[in-house]
């Protein structure tokens, strides 16, 4: 077990014996992080930031709300239900909520654009979405809760798919 001194960039092991950090990388595996840095991870008096750029966290965020709203329109356009605007409001606000729930519950601003946190956000949008529907009177038919799995999983999954193809190409 390594422990980081605070006084030198030195890292020492229990003994107190000095280790370079190409010595506690090598220690942990290759392409595992170096042990220090896990072990700093759970010391309660480090803290370690565990967050994206903000840039790519309101993107994701804002990337989720649009998505859901274009669900919303293509279902209001597909069954031509009066008022546009107000009805895509109308249809998206519990899924929009659903996706706000998910995205609180699951930290999702620590890695937005990770497929885990798609997935999360895909099903606490649909599961908060049917509820909020159920609760506010709005129907909630087997049939539409397929449908809205399966469209919001395409698009709110599918998005951070493509991404992550794109970062694994550019990387090759």
Request: net charge positive; charged share 15%.
């Amino acid at each position: 077990m390594l422990a980081r001194t605070s006084s030198t960039s030195r890292y020492r092991t229990d003994d107190g014996a000095p280790r370079s950090s190409r010595a506690a990388r090598q220690a942990s595996g290759p392409g595992c992080p170096p042990r220090w840095v896990r072990l700093e991870a759970m010391n309660s008096e480090t803290k370690l930031s565990i967050r994206a750029p903000r840039q790519a966290i309101i993107a994701a965020a804002l990337a989720d709300a649009f998505l859901i709203l274009v669900f919303a329109a293509i279902g209001r356009d597909a069954h031509q239900r009066g008022d546009i605007v107000t009805g895509v409001f109308l249809t998206a606000w519990p899924f929009l909520a659903g996706a706000a729930i998910a995205w609180f519950a699951g930290r999702a601003w620590r890695r937005p654009l990770s497929m885990a946190t798609g997935v999360m956000v895909w099903l606490g949008a649909v599961a908060g979405g049917m509820i909020l529907r159920a609760l506010t009177g709005q129907s909630v038919v087997p049939a539409f809760v397929v449908v809205a799995l399966l469209s919001l999983g395409l698009f709110l999954v599918g998005y951070r798919a493509l991404l992550a193809l794109a970062r694994r190409l550019r990387k090759s």
